[in-house]
Structures are given as structure tokens and as C-alpha cells.
């Protein structure tokens, strides 16, 4: 069974991503004092009290959503509140009561579902004198908090788990490899996951940074379970804009961190930009796995899909050339041709950064490099390799032992990698090469 969801819902501005943040222990949500900040809904698990919760944070609901924006929000919210357990209904007491909050109202009682009415911003006694006048809702005996102080927040949580039905605890599920989904504004990152998950899950909008926060939606393929994240798009550092887009942008960069595999989305009508290989650089620097997907080739091929491919990947291999090891996929996510190969090809390179290569086999890969090229030599001095080990995986890293590691040039290490690749693959990840010199005594021995 799935945790139990709590939604929190509410007008624009009324305080919900505060809130949301609070409960999470963490800033997981964008708090800026501007409507409509938070469009799409973010998840997040919460424990209390030997409990585990889901708490959806949801956009403002516009009772009179005029714009497409808008109306595509409101109807996050109401998928928000369609498969939530117990709807937290946030109002603020420095406003009163509005026409809107009657409308929601209205609105959740429809819905059937628990909920609990929430009046935040309660920081003072007079304002909690205020409280009693959110009665006349019709809701239920209003919860005072100050999401912001965090007075009210154990009673809240508390009438929360009075208010979830008799459910099973969930099974602990096993680690399941992340995925991020990033690249530049509007190259079809949010239209990539719903073609992934056949539904309408993230907004999908022809303006650039619809997408504001990273959403994170767990999707089974083959028997296999992803946790995929949608983020903002990244612009150049200098086009970034203060306040939301700033946290969108650096919200994108944690989800990389967080990621073992990342999908940097290309767009085919522009080619590859300089903003995209610096967001590649930044997976590289990251070692985190990589699979280029080249998005809008609809836009681009002719009648035959495959034809002016190889161009193409001549292209993107030579502007990438820092992560040839990252395969290239050509598909459309408005067509959805090409989409099956993106999942096996990512699943396939999470196997590839937990491969763990023995020692004896690893050594004699290195024999046969250093007979077939051996180290320059360095100021009159010859670089040794004693040995290697495998120390870790994801990413997979190498520990070579040598004379010294000052003699180490950079196109050996280079070398010493693409061999590696030849020999064992590691198919869309990075690897790490480590340099050690021999302790003193071991020296002495030798």
C-alpha cells in the first residue's frame, strides 16, 4: 500500500509552500512573496509519530482561472485533492476571510475527503483572537499555526493522523535509481516525463520555465522501479533572474547531485548550445551517468527518422567531447518515437556505474597498457604503476598505485581511462582515476 497523502491547498500566496517546507524540515519549496509561485505539485515523506505521510504541496487554486496557466494549475490542484487522504485547507489571518476561501471551501466539501481547515500567520494574540471568525467556513474547528515560527505544528500533525483512515503501513521499498531530467528551458523536459508516464503529470507549456520546482514521480518499468525528477530549465548563469528563478535553477543543479543517471535534454530545431555543455560539464564534474536525448527530432528528420542521424551525432560528439562515453538518442516526446529506447538505455547505464571489476583482471589490463605504452617520462624521471584496484562504484573509481604522482600527466590519466573503457565498458558514466604513491616502507620492500 502507498503512504497516506496529505494535500495542502489554499489560495495563492496564503503561505502552503512555508508550510510545506516546515513540515519537510527543509526548504524543498520555493517561498516567495509573489501569487502563484509554486505551480506544479511537489511531494515530499514526512514521519510523525511512527507514521509516514506523503505531503503534496500544490499551487495556489484560482476560483476564476482565466488564463491557460492558470487553468492548468487549478487542475493540478484538483488531481492534488483527487488523491489526497486528508486536504489541509490553509487560510491566512492576516487577510480574513475572502470570497475565494468560500469558494474552496465549498469546493473540498464536494470533495468527501477529511479535511482540516488551517488558519496560519497566528504569531501574536491578536490574531489569534482573529481565529474563531473562520468558523463561519463551515469546515470544522479551525487549527491556529505559524508555519513560519512553527508554533502549531505537533497539534496539526497530530489531527492529521486522527484524520487518515486505517491503513497499512508501507513496505520499505528497494533502492531505486534516480533520474534527472534537465536541461535548458522549453527544450520538452515536462512533455518527456508525461510521454514517459502517460499522463498529464507535470504542466506541459509553450513559455520557458513553466516547470519551477524538481518533482520527483516514481514510474515501474520492465519489473523495474525509477524514481524520475523533472526540473526547471537551466539558463546561463548571467540570464538567470533574482529570487524564483534563481531557486528554480539551483534546485535543478541538487537534483543532478542527487541523481545517479542524468537525461540532458536537447533541443534538435536549435542544436547544441554552449549552455548545454556546461550543464553536461556540470553532470561530468557531478559523475553522475549521462544519456544525451536529442528532443524535436520530428522537427528536424525527414520521412526517413534514421537518415541524418549520423551528422548529427558527429556533431554532438564533437561539441561533447568531454563525455563521449554518454549515448546519444534521438526522439520526439510530442510523437512519441523514440521514447522505449531512452529507459533501457538508462537503466543499463545505473548497471554500468555499479560495476565492480576484479583486481587480477584489472591488472592485467594494466600489463598489457604499459607494454604496449609506457608512461613518458617527466624531468628525467619515469612514472611507475605498481598496481590497480577497483575502490568504489557510483562511480566507479580506481586507485592506482605509483612511484610518485607528480609524474602523472594528464593525457596518460587520459589514456589510462579509455583503456579501461575498452576493456570493461562503463557505458554512460564517468570514472574516477586515483592516483597513490606507495608508502614509504612498501618502497623500501620493493
Not at 509516514?52 to 482565466?66: H, I, M, Q
Not at 503529470?201 to 516547470?211: L, M, Q, S
Not at 518499468?221 to 528563478?245: C, N
Amino acid at each position: 500500500m502507498a503512504k497516506p497523502i496529505v494535500a495542502i491547498v489554499g489560495r495563492p500566496n496564503v503561505g502552503k509552500s512555508t508550510l510545506f517546507n516546515r513540515l519537510a524540515g527543509q526548504r524543498l519549496a520555493i517561498v516567495e512573496d509573489v501569487p502563484g509561485t509554486t505551480r506544479d505539485r511537489l511531494y515530499t515523506d514526512v514521519e510523525w509519530r511512527d507514521r509516514s505521510l506523503t505531503v503534496v504541496d500544490t499551487g495556489g487554486l484560482w476560483p476564476r482561472a482565466e488564463k491557460d496557466l492558470e487553468a492548468q494549475v487549478r487542475l493540478q490542484v484538483e488531481e492534488a485533492i483527487q488523491e489526497a487522504d486528508v486536504i489541509v485547507f490553509l487560510v491566512d489571518v492576516t487577510s480574513g476571510l475572502l470570497p475565494d476561501d468560500y469558494y474552496i471551501a465549498e469546493q473540498l466539501r464536494r470533495s468527501e475527503k477529511p479535511v482540516l481547515l488551517v488558519v496560519t500567520k497566528v504569531d501574536n494574540p491578536r490574531r489569534r483572537g482573529d481565529v474563531p471568525l473562520f468558523y463561519e467556513l463551515g469546515i470544522g474547528d479551525p487549527i491556529a499555526i505559524s508555519a513560519y515560527h512553527g508554533t502549531g505544528i505537533r497539534e496539526l500533525l497530530d489531527s492529521v493522523l486522527e484524520g487518515l483512515p486505517d491503513m497499512p503501513e508501507a513496505e520499505e521499498m528497494p533502492e531505486t535509481p534516480k533520474v534527472a531530467i534537465v536541461g535548458r528551458p522549453n527544450t520538452g523536459k515536462s512533455s518527456l516525463l508525461n510521454a514517459f508516464l502517460g499522463q498529464e503529470r507535470a504542466i506541459v507549456n509553450e513559455k520557458p520555465g513553466t516547470t519551477r520546482d524538481s518533482i520527483d514521480t516514481i514510474l515501474t518499468w520492465d519489473g523495474q522501479s525509477l524514481l524520475l525528477i523533472d526540473t526547471a530549465g537551466i539558463r546561463r548563469r548571467g540570464r538567470i533572474e533574482a529570487g524564483v528563478e534563481y531557486y528554480s535553477s539551483l534546485r535543478a543543479f541538487r537534483a543532478i547531485e542527487r541523481a545517479d543517471v542524468a537525461l540532458l535534454v536537447l533541443d534538435a530545431s536549435e542544436g547544441a548550445t554552449a549552455q548545454d555543455t556546461h550543464i553536461a560539464g556540470y553532470i561530468r564534474d557531478s559523475f553522475k551517468g549521462a544519456v544525451l536525448v536529442v528532443n524535436k527530432w520530428d522537427l528536424v528528420a525527414t520521412e526517413h527518422w534514421k537518415e541524418p542521424q549520423n551528422e548529427w551525432e558527429e556533431a554532438i560528439r564533437q561539441r561533447f567531447r568531454f563525455m563521449d562515453y554518454a549515448p546519444i538518442l534521438f526522439i520526439s516526446a510530442k510523437t512519441r518515437r523514440g521514447i522505449k529506447e531512452i529507459l533501457p538505455v538508462t537503466l543499463q547505464v545505473h548497471q554500468e556505474r555499479q560495476k565492480r571489476i576484479p583486481t587480477g583482471m584489472l591488472n592485467q589490463m594494466l600489463e598489457k597498457t604499459l607494454a604496449a605504452h609506457p608512461p613518458p617520462s617527466r624531468r628525467g624521471r619515469q612514472l611507475k604503476i605498481h598496481y590497480v584496484t577497483q575502490a568504489e562504484t557510483r562511480p566507479p573509481t580506481f586507485v592506482f598505485f605509483v612511484n610518485d604522482r607528480d609524474l602523472v600527466h594528464f593525457s596518460y590519466e587520459r589514456h589510462l581511462e579509455n583503456r579501461l573503457r575498452d576493456a570493461f565498458g562503463f557505458m554512460g558514466t564517468p570514472i574516477r582515476l586515483v592516483f597513490k604513491a606507495r608508502e614509504r616502507k612498501d618502497r623500501e620492500r620493493s
